[in-house]
């Protein structure tokens, strides 16, 4: 049930993002700069440090997508996050297992915690993009 609502918001993220025109997809939209391709980007470090235990280094950061990095590299780049994290999701035997191996100064949460979590993140920013891709070119809906 956990991986079957994270997978719906995954893919409802991924939806708002298709066919958008580039310039819409980094046109900051709202006043704290927010866009479209940024929250891809942001999601897909997520991903990796909820499930895999990477950090970043500038979380704020992580929600701009570079300059260089076309929308296609960037979608690319969250499948694979995705991806990654449903290995260590399905090598998971039981939830109340730590999530990932942790790392200095810190424990992993539990597969169960990281999922619950990782499914509100996605959710609230799938909601994000809902708001920005209406403002971008007016498609609402999934």
Same mark, same amino acid.
């Given at each position: 049930?956990? &991986?079957?609502f994270?997978?719906? +918001?995954? #893919?409802s993220?991924?939806a708002k993002v298709?066919?958008?025109?580039?310039? %819409?997809l @980094?046109?900051?939209?709202? *006043?704290?700069? &927010?866009n +479209?391709?940024? +929250?891809v980007e942001h999601l $897909?470090h997520?991903?990796r440090?909820?499930?895999?235990?990477?950090r970043?280094?500038?979380w704020?950061a &992580?929600?701009h997508?570079?300059p260089? $990095?076309?929308?296609r %590299?960037?979608?690319?780049?969250y499948?694979?996050?995705?991806?990654?994290?449903?290995?260590? !999701?399905?090598a998971?035997q039981d939830? %109340?297992? *730590?999530a990932?191996?942790?790392?200095p100064?810190g424990s $992993?949460p539990?597969?169960?915690?990281?999922l619950?979590h990782m !499914?509100e993140?996605t #959710?609230r920013h799938a909601?994000? +993009?809902?708001i920005? @891709?209406?403002?971008? %070119?007016g498609a &609402?809906?999934?």
């Amino acid at each position: 049930m956990l &991986t079957g609502f994270l997978d719906y +918001l995954r #893919g409802s993220v991924l939806a708002k993002v298709d066919g958008v025109p580039e310039h %819409d997809l @980094r046109a900051p939209r709202v *006043p704290s700069g &927010t866009n +479209l391709l940024g +929250l891809v980007e942001h999601l $897909a470090h997520v991903e990796r440090f909820v499930f895999l235990g990477e950090r970043a280094r500038d979380w704020q950061a &992580t929600f701009h997508a570079a300059p260089d $990095a076309s929308p296609r %590299d960037v979608v690319r780049g969250y499948r694979e996050a995705v991806a990654a994290a449903d290995r260590a !999701i399905a090598a998971c035997q039981d939830l %109340d297992l *730590p999530a990932h191996p942790g790392g200095p100064g810190g424990s $992993a949460p539990s597969m169960r915690w990281a999922l619950v979590h990782m !499914i509100e993140e996605t #959710g609230r920013h799938a909601g994000h +993009l809902d708001i920005l @891709r209406e403002l971008a %070119d007016g498609a &609402t809906g999934r």
